[in-house]
Structure formats: C-alpha cells, structure tokens
C-alpha cells in the first residue's frame, strides 16, 4: 500500500488500503484519483475489474472527510448511481470496507424490497447514498430524500445505465440536485457513444477524460 502514499489520502484511508492488501494502485487508480482530489470533474473509460470504484470511492470519502458539513447540518453529501442493484450492493460494500476508519453514515437503495426500510434509513440521516435511479425517484416523488446538499455526484456504467433506458430518471435526477457546477461530477462507463457524449456535455463541468490502457 505504500505507493498509495504518493496521493493525499489520509492516514484512515491508507489504513484500510492496507488492510484489503492492495500493492499499488491499478492503471486507471493512477491516473484519476489526483484529478478527482483536485476536485476536477471526470469522464472515465473504465472497464469492470479495473480497480474503477476504489477510483471514485476513496477520493469521494477523502473529500467528505476534508470537508465537514458547517453547523452541524446533516444531509446526502456523495450520490452515486449504478445501473443495477448487484452493482449498488458492490459499491456500497466498498464504501464500507475503504470508510471503515471514518465515521461516515452510507446506504444502499434499490426496487424490489420494502420502501420503507429505506425511508427510515433516510430519516435518521446518511452521507453517502448509492442507489439505482427507478428507486431514488420513487423516493423523489414522496420527497422522503433530498438531494440539494449533494457535493459528489458520480455516474458509475453510464453506458449500461442508457442502454437500460435511465436516461429521464438521471434527467430528473439531476433536476433535484444542486447545479452541476456547484457539484463535483465524475463519469465512469465502458464505451463512449453519442448519446455518453451527450449526458456529459450536460452533466460535466470542463472535465478531464481518463482512458484506462487495453488490455
Ligand atoms: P472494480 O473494477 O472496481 O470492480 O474492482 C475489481 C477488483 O479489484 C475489486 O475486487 C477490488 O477490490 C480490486 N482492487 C481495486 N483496486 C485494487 C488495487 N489497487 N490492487 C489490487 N486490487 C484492487
């Protein structure tokens, strides 16, 4: 874990990098993790297997560590959208395992299961929210979430999430959210289409494009 060092991660998060035994950080962990600490908005092509959510998930924490919320304000800091319930269940899981040193509140949210577990969960107050988008609107619409605190916002396999037909849910979405350029975004999928391109003119603020090499 020592070549982690080279990044401005904090003593918490290099701690639980060591403990999940990570030697050095993959190909597109080098290149994104400084832009995305430098509060730099992302366009990332980024396979599975690639190391891609410690790439996003431990600069999003950092950032929430560095940045408390003032006045003892409570509400949803990090957003991050996935485009089915396995992979939201694989994020979280990460933000758990990289945040175990940190005592930040994160839940998952997906259809299928009780609604009201998750209203709950909502309720008494939460950092990190990684959900699918059919689910959080339902939320949205009986306003048992809010989004206008949001700080990070990130679009992990956008490319799935279109191909699924998402694309209005993450339009309204993002209507509910701060404007984006009062937000960090950052975008992860595996292709670059026409319609990719166009959801980050509009959801990405001057990005910087990271291509993970092919293997
Ligand atoms: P992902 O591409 O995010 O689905 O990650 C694939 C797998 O790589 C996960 O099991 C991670 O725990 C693991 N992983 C992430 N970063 C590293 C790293 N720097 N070194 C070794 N394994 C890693």
């Known amino acids: 874990y020592m070549s982690f060092k080279k990044f401005a991660l904090s003593a918490e998060l290099l701690r639980s990098i060591q403990d999940a035994g990570y030697e050095k950080p993959t190909s597109i962990q080098n290149k994104a993790i400084p832009l995305i600490l430098e509060g730099k908005d992302i366009m990332a092509t980024a396979q599975t297997g690639t190391g891609k959510t410690a790439c996003f998930t431990l600069p999003m924490l950092q950032h929430l560590q560095n940045n408390s919320l003032k006045n003892g304000k409570t509400g949803i800091r990090a957003l991050v959208l996935t485009p089915t319930r396995e992979l939201a269940e694989q994020v979280g899981s990460s933000v758990r395992t990289y945040g175990r040193y940190l005592s930040l ?10 609604i009201n577990l998750q209203k709950s ?11 699918t988008p059919g689910r959080l609107l339902d939320h949205i619409r009986q306003q048992t979430v809010d989004l ?19 694309i209005h849910d993450i339009r309204q979405i993002m209507n509910v959210m701060p404007e984006n350029q009062l937000r960090q975004n950052l975008l992860f999928s595996a292709t670059f289409s026409d319609e990719i391109k166009q959801l980050a ?15």
């Not at 509140?105 to 009780?114: A, D």
């Open 105 to 114: 509140r994160s839940t998952v949210i997906y259809g299928g299961v009780n």
């Open 121 to 131: 969960k909502l309720k008494r107050g939460v950092d990190v929210l990684v959900c």
């Open 148 to 166: 206008s605190k949001v700080e990070i916002f990130i679009l992990d396999e956008a490319d799935r999430m279109l191909d699924m037909g998402f």
């Open 201 to 215: 003119e509009r959801l990405l603020n001057q990005p910087e494009w990271v291509q993970d090499e092919k293997r």
